[in-house]
């Protein structure tokens, strides 16, 4: 039986019928710890407990060991951009390329201009965070219904992707509105926001494609080329903070730009192994006061536990959010080389959670940190500000490949490049706390 394999297979069926890790346990007898192992790969559970598990999830034992089962994945994926992006043509080169690569690609269609073509427009209502609180709970029902549907297919990959996410109607909206649409629908921007497993944006062509931007194809598009560019940076600016945002500037040609959007989507899927590219840099600590004012900045807390694990792997945990609104993951890391290391990480709910930190490892101190996410001229920053330091911070600057040069924005005082010392690693600072710099 292969461990991982086997817990992601009983992780995705008990998940399906909705049960809890502890729900399970009852279920069968044996604890919510048990479970827990199981699923993580940490042990194996008996012969006698296999029938009971395949009684409980409702499938056969062969069904339970089914290690075709095991690599099933559906992954949540938004598109999005802004006015004449190419976000149309870009679903075409979606389903073609994902289809050949063994994927059931399912599309979730834009759910505004199904509003606005059926008849119920923003323009129409006496208020217009009316129609955003209609557009976004729509929005939500849709995807329930497409990912519920999408849980009953067959296949062993499937790309659920939506045309544009719940989290797009922010840049339409002015912020009072805002919190009375998430008030009304009793959620939050992070729910909203990270409930997605990658977003991937498209600039518009007004910024970098001049020549090319045009409203003939889209009768219901009026914006001028400066209000798309306007409206480009809200859009980016309310997915900032996403752990997984990509944007996909006009640097290249059409093509290249729709090929670029491929490999960043392979690349996320692990097509063939998820890979990240990433540059760490030590920073003087910036100014907060002003980092916050920056539009396209989004603030995140952060607590990172370290689990016990094997020597040739890093595993944690994750709390991430704002204003007590938090979403869980579990990570898994295996290093590759330099700046580059593969990278398996699930959602976990809050009862999971809370379980996975009773095996943190005692060796570890549990970071906390505050992110800043930054989104600027087609980049994506993290500054990391640890409690610990008063006058140092880490950025990290992730890229397409290791060939793709860093551009560092002005207000960042690079101290120096501090990528693949072993020092300045989330783990190494957990265990020994961070190094003194030169010179101090």
């Given at each position: 039986?292969?461990?991982?394999?086997?817990?992601?297979?009983?992780?995705?069926?008990?998940?399906?019928?909705?049960?809890?890790?502890?729900?399970?346990?009852?279920?069968?007898?044996?604890?919510?710890?048990?479970?827990?192992?199981?699923?993580?790969?940490?042990?194996?559970?008996?012969?006698?407990?296999?029938?009971?598990l395949a009684l409980a999830l409702q499938v056969s034992v062969d069904e339970l060991m089914q290690p075709a089962a095991a690599g099933r994945q559906i992954s949540r994926i938004v598109i999005t951009g802004g006015p004449c992006a190419g976000k149309t043509t870009a679903l075409s080169w979606i389903q073609n390329a994902f289809s050949e690569k063994g994927y059931q690609v399912v599309f979730v269609p834009e759910t505004a201009t199904e509003l606005i073509s059926g008849g119920a427009a923003p323009w129409l209502c006496t208020e217009g965070k009316h129609f955003q609180t209609g557009l976004i709970r729509l929005q939500l029902a849709k995807e329930e219904a497409f990912a519920y549907i999408a849980g009953k297919m067959s296949a062993g990959k499937i790309l659920l992707v939506m045309d544009r996410g719940a989290l797009d109607n922010k840049a339409y909206m002015s912020p009072l509105d805002f919190?009375?649409?998430?008030?009304?629908?009793?959620?939050?921007?992070?729910?909203?926001?990270?409930?997605?497993?990658?977003?991937?944006?498209?600039?518009?062509?007004?910024?970098?494609?001049?020549?090319?931007?045009?409203?003939?194809?889209?009768?219901?598009?009026?914006?001028?080329?400066?209000?798309?560019?306007?409206?480009?940076?809200?859009?980016?600016?309310?997915?900032?903070?996403?752990?997984?945002?990509?944007?996909?500037?006009?640097?290249?040609?059409?093509?290249?730009?729709?090929?670029?959007?491929?490999?960043?989507?392979?690349?996320?899927?692990?097509?063939?192994?998820?890979?990240?590219?990433?540059?760490?840099?030590?920073?003087?600590?910036?100014?907060?006061?002003?980092?916050?004012?920056?539009?396209?900045?989004?603030?995140?807390?952060?607590?990172?536990?370290?689990?016990?694990?094997?020597?040739?792997?890093?595993?944690?945990?994750?709390?991430?959010?704002?204003?007590?609104?938090?979403?869980?993951?579990?990570?898994?890391?295996?290093?590759?080389?330099?700046?580059?290391?593969?990278?398996?990480?699930?959602?976990?709910?809050?009862?999971?959670?809370?379980?996975?930190?009773?095996?943190?490892?005692?060796?570890?101190?549990?970071?906390?940190?505050?992110?800043?996410?930054?989104?600027?001229?087609?980049?994506?920053?993290?500054?990391?500000?640890?409690?610990?330091?008063?006058?140092?911070?880490?950025?990290?600057?992730?890229?397409?490949?290791?060939?793709?040069?860093?551009?560092?924005?002005?207000?960042?005082?690079?101290?120096?490049?501090?990528?693949?010392?072993?020092?300045?690693?989330?783990?190494?600072?957990?265990?020994?706390?961070?190094?003194?710099?030169?010179?101090?």
């Open positions: 039986m292969n461990d991982y394999h086997f817990g992601n297979r009983l992780l995705c069926l008990r998940e399906k019928l909705g049960l809890s890790q502890g729900q399970l346990g009852k279920l069968i007898g044996v604890s919510n710890k048990s479970i827990s192992k199981w699923e993580t790969g940490a042990a194996k559970p008996g012969v006698d407990t296999l029938s009971k919190q009375y649409v998430m008030q009304t629908l009793g959620t939050n921007e992070v729910a909203l926001r990270d409930h997605y497993d990658a977003v991937f944006h498209l600039v518009t062509a007004a910024r970098g494609a001049e020549e090319f931007y045009t409203l003939a194809n889209n009768q219901a598009r009026t914006e001028t080329p400066e209000q798309a560019t306007a409206l480009d940076d809200k859009l980016i600016a309310a997915w900032t903070g996403h752990p997984h945002l990509r944007i996909i500037d006009n640097s290249t040609d059409f093509n290249k730009k729709m090929l670029r959007l491929i490999a960043e989507i392979s690349s996320f899927l692990g097509e063939p192994e998820p890979m990240e590219v990433e540059r760490k840099f030590l920073i003087q600590k910036p100014n907060l006061r002003k980092l916050e004012q920056l539009p396209a900045c989004t603030r995140v807390n952060i607590v990172q536990t370290y689990l016990k694990s094997t020597a040739d792997e890093e595993v944690r945990v994750r709390q991430r959010g704002s204003d007590r609104h938090f979403i869980y993951f579990k990570t898994i890391k295996r290093a590759v080389s330099r700046g580059k290391r593969v990278e398996v990480e699930t959602r976990l709910n809050q009862e999971e959670y809370l379980q996975h930190l009773m095996q943190a490892d005692p060796q570890y101190r549990q970071i906390q940190k505050t992110r800043y996410c930054l989104s600027r001229n087609g980049t994506y920053y993290e500054i990391d500000i640890y409690p610990q330091l008063d006058d140092r911070a880490i950025l990290e600057v992730e890229l397409r490949d290791e060939h793709q040069p860093v551009s560092i924005p002005k207000m960042f005082k690079v101290i120096r490049e501090v990528t693949g010392e072993e020092a300045y690693l989330n783990r190494s600072i957990a265990k020994h706390g961070f190094p003194e710099v030169e010179g101090k």
